[in-house]
């Protein structure tokens, strides 16, 4: 391994563990349990699942990588709070549209190379790039790891 | 910059980020209400911060960055579970050792060169680190970013 594929493996290995282990949270329940809050009047696990899946989805564009697959998901789950809306879908169809925008979004993330990680993402101008190096795709991943990593904390009280 | 500072920046302005959040928000908080369980019968704020104390000060020597600031806060927060032990100091006192652990660690953060980012970490033998070079200085940083994210979702819920 070279040492730019060692920064950018680092980073890849803290996104895919943190998914994966709400993976195992969430895989074994139903659709009953995924409508369960996380507490009292809170956020249902549902919604997390859908809201995660969104914000996911639009890393397709803002990194680049492609179209979105889901945005049917955004108006229930991302644009607004939970129970604005009605679901659009099943909660099952919820966690495998999950599934599938994490499963494409890591075979997209796998392609890249170490330079393209530090490439700028689509929200910053070629301006605000150059004075602020920062605000690359890297900072994209880590930033939604610590995403999932906030609301997997609030996921688990639903326990 | 170059790149390896970007590399190193980029992660460390994550680790920041997400102390600050969780700063903003407990900062104003008065011991009363750091009593407050993030939902019913749940972890107490305090509690979360003790924990996420005794994670930090573990950082000095996992990291090789010196000796322990605050080992008398393990038995309540680390080792066991909340209200197993009563607090061994006030709420205030808590919050005082969390930015005293965080604000010393940070500043050992900004002195390591991106190299010594990628060096392993104490917990990690020689024989192993040459087989697994992410388990580096780097990904104690993202993982224990992480883990601030996880309990700060948890702790927002006691709003």
């Given at each position: 391994?070279?040492t730019?594929?060692?920064?950018?493996?680092?980073?890849?290995?803290?996104?895919?563990?943190?998914?994966?282990?709400?993976?195992?949270?969430?895989?074994?329940?139903?659709?009953?349990?995924l409508?369960?809050?996380?507490?009292?009047?809170?956020?249902?696990?549902?919604?997390?699942?859908?809201?995660l899946?969104?914000?996911?989805?639009?890393?397709?564009?803002?990194?680049?990588?492609?179209?979105?697959?889901?945005?049917e998901?955004?108006?229930?789950?991302?644009?607004?709070?939970?129970?604005?809306?009605?679901?659009?879908?099943?909660?099952?169809?919820?966690?495998?549209?999950?599934?599938e925008?994490?499963?494409?979004?890591?075979?997209?993330?796998?392609?890249?190379?170490?330079?393209?990680?530090?490439?700028?993402?689509?929200?910053?101008?070629?301006?605000?790039?150059?004075?602020e190096?920062?605000?690359?795709?890297?900072?994209?991943?880590?930033?939604?790891?610590?995403?999932?990593?906030?609301h997997?904390?609030?996921?688990?009280?639903?326990?």
């Open positions: 391994m070279t730019e594929e060692i920064w950018a493996g680092t980073a890849l290995h803290s996104w895919k563990l943190v998914i994966g282990r709400l993976d195992e949270f969430i895989g074994p329940l139903d659709d009953e349990q409508q369960r809050p996380v507490a009292p009047g809170r956020n249902r696990l549902v919604y997390l699942v859908g809201h899946t969104a914000t996911h989805d639009r890393m397709f564009p803002l990194l680049g990588l492609g179209k979105r697959l889901h945005p998901l955004d108006e229930a789950y991302f644009t607004n709070p939970d129970r604005a809306f009605p679901d659009p879908v099943s909660p099952s169809d919820v966690k495998k549209a999950w599934n925008v994490n499963s494409k979004l890591s075979a997209a993330f796998d392609a890249l190379t170490p330079k393209e990680w530090l490439q700028k993402h689509s929200a910053v101008t070629e301006e605000e790039f150059a004075k190096p920062l605000r690359n795709r890297l900072a994209v991943l880590i930033s939604r790891t610590n995403h999932v990593s906030f997997a904390g609030q996921a688990i009280l639903a326990k």
